[in-house]
């Protein structure tokens, strides 16, 4: 009698664990799409998007978390991986969050989902590395061969 009791017992916790992974699962898997406006010119990623109104989706929040981002009324569409994912929940409401460069260009550095508590990082663009110069040299004077 006491055995049947346990194993009831046990897979009553398994079908509850299953239960929640199942429900844990479905509602993290679901597509998120939203909206916002860039008032300036913004990297994001490798891409550089003029300003405008733009709309994304994620298809998964799963790495690498790809946004696909288009420009509202235009048909070029950009895939941007996240560098990082976290699951934070800061604020129910989702943002957009810029930075600036050394040299002042913007970039996308975060997308916060509220709805989902998800936090997507975005690495800042590389440091450009100043070009070489060469100058002409003229005849250097008093130069004279060893002696």
């Known amino acids: 009698m006491k055995s049947i009791r346990s194993s009831m017992l ?5 079908l509850a664990i299953g239960v929640l992974g199942a429900s844990a699962s479905s509602a993290y898997a679901q597509t998120v799409n ?3 406006t860039l008032n300036h010119e913004t990297r994001w990623g ?14 998964s929040p799963n790495l690498p978390a790809q946004i696909i981002v288009r420009k509202i009324g235009g048909s070029q569409v950009t895939i941007v991986l996240s560098q990082m994912i976290s699951t934070e929940k800061l604020t129910e409401v989702s943002r957009l969050v810029l930075g600036h460069s050394e040299s ?14 998800l936090g997507l990082h975005y690495a800042p663009p590389k440091a450009k590395m100043p070009g070489t110069e060469t100058a002409k040299l003229g ?3 008093d130069s004279q061969p060893g002696k």
């Open 139 to 141: 005849p250097i004077a």
């Open 104 to 117: 002042g260009e913007s970039f996308v550095s975060a997308l916060y989902l509220g709805d989902l508590g």
């Open 46 to 59: 490798s891409m550089v998007l003029p300003a405008g109104d733009y709309a994304f989706s994620l298809p």
């Open 34 to 36: 939203g909206t916002f």
């Open 10 to 14: 046990f897979r009553i916790l398994v």
